[in-house]
């Protein structure tokens, strides 16, 4: 595991659950890092702890309960219960100058007897080369919208269906449809993507809000996390993934949303795998 992902995403124990992580700051929505990578070095501490190959990362679920800011990391984890063929544990990871920050529980186990079928259906969607990148510059005039390293240096999207936040269109329904990928995709030795780098992915869900606002809407607004629910459903085996994000509902200063990832093949033109699923809820921000 050679990648950005793999060395930021990387946990030291020092004995007794304790782990020691270093964040970069290319992860950051500004101001603050993507929650989905700091779910992931919880993800990654937790896996160090159990230390059972045979049991695999099933569904995490983290409450971020504290702000946590790029560099050094503390991560305590917690086992709550070992079993043979499923295991849960606890993991918080914060600043080091702090004792609070995002909570993560986990489940991990092993394959077992049971039934198999998707009845989650992908969109239709032309291939990510035939896209429009959001790092294409915005038009001529177009000011106030500073790139955020988190898309222009580790993750690159691109638009299948929905709006860049200067364009003006008529409300719709509440669904983006993208495309994603690493710059630098982590790769296992088995030729699988790292599955922890499905959370990152799925941990983008707000931008479906705007579908529903339209042009009249405000033009700047954050969205802060409460939680992030991901199922890892398989193994990905291509560098772009094709996402479907919904946001089904808002009221009273919150929203509730998903988010569906498909393994399409490297083309992205392959029958599509669901490889996760997502829910969250946020929060709205407004600045003055």
């Not at 986990?106 to 998707?118: K, L, N, T, V």
């Not at 000011?143 to 003006?168: I, L």
Request: aromatic share 10%; glycine share 10%.
């Amino acid at each position: 595991m050679g990648s950005a992902f793999a060395e930021d995403t990387a946990v030291h124990g020092v004995g007794d659950g304790r782990y020691r992580a270093a964040l970069s700051p290319s992860w950051n929505l500004l101001p603050l890092p993507q929650g989905g990578v700091v779910s992931a070095i919880a993800a990654r501490a937790m896996e160090s702890e159990l230390d059972d190959t045979g049991q695999r990362l099933r569904t995490l679920h983290t409450t971020f309960v504290s702000q946590v800011t790029d560099g050094p990391l503390g991560v305590e984890v917690e086992t709550l219960r070992r079993g043979r063929s499923m295991s849960h544990l606890r993991a918080d990871v914060h600043n080091e100058q702090t004792q609070t920050g995002h909570v993560t529980t986990a489940a991990f186990g092993s394959s077992r007897r049971g039934f198999s079928f998707d009845d989650l259906h992908p969109p239709a969607a032309p291939p990510p080369d035939q896209c429009l990148s959001w790092r294409t510059p915005p038009p001529p005039g177009v000011e106030g919208f500073t790139p955020m390293p988190f898309w222009s240096e580790q993750v690159e999207g691109r638009t299948v269906s929905g709006h860049a936040p200067w364009e003006s269109f008529e409300p719709g329904r509440a669904e983006t449809v993208m495309w994603y990928r690493f710059d630098d995709t982590p790769w296992l030795d088995d030729g699988t993507v790292d599955p922890l780098a499905m959370v990152v992915l799925v941990d983008t869900m707000p931008g479906s809000v705007r579908e529903k606002l339209g042009h009249e809407g405000p033009t700047r607004w954050f969205s802060p996390s409460i939680d992030l629910t991901v199922h890892l459903l398989g193994p990905c085996r291509s560098p772009w993934v094709l996402a479907r994000s919904r946001t089904r509902h808002a009221d009273d200063g919150y929203a509730s949303a998903e988010m569906a990832v498909w393994d399409c093949g490297t083309s992205g033109t392959e029958t599509p795998r669901l490889v996760a699923y997502g829910t969250q809820v946020f929060v709205f921000t407004f600045p003055d």
